[in-house]
């Protein structure tokens, strides 16, 4: 099992940029792939980027590509969300999230097994 804690969120302007930060527990990070997930007020939870294992294979939403970057630093049991030239519809709950599985890597919301409390990002125009 592992635990998430998410931080980095706050309020920024738009085209501003912030860093997502999210710590992960436990001696096995390195074999979770991990993700960031997004739920704004009234929507449902959505798929924003992922990577694999070792980092070598990242996807992303097409509405943030571009413009965000997923890493990982698996010594640091951390992975990252750099999120760059925010617009306002970029404001939401920020979730991180691992997979228990050998899955290479993971895109759909509901697939994750465990998941962070939340960081707020808000974006003013």
């Known amino acids: 099992q592992v635990q998430l804690v998410e931080s980095g969120g706050g309020v920024v302007q738009a085209g501003g940029s912030l860093r997502l930060s999210c710590a992960a527990s436990?001696?096995?990070?390195?074999?979770?792939?991990m993700g960031w997930l997004r739920q704004a007020p009234g929507k449902e939870r959505e798929f924003v980027a992922a990577i694999s294992r070792n980092g070598a294979v990242t996807r992303y939403a097409d509405s943030v590509k571009g413009r965000f970057t997923i890493s990982r630093d698996n010594a640091k049991n951390t992975v990252y969300l750099q999120m760059n030239s925010l617009k306002p519809g970029d404001a939401a709950v920020y979730y991180c999230?691992?997979?228990?599985?050998?899955?290479?890597?993971?895109?759909?919301?509901?697939?994750?097994?465990?998941w962070g409390q939340g960081t707020q990002v808000t974006v003013s125009s």
């Open positions: 436990g001696r096995t990070f390195s074999s979770y792939p």
């Open positions: 999230a691992a997979k228990a599985s050998t899955t290479i890597i993971v895109i759909t919301t509901t697939s994750y097994d465990y």
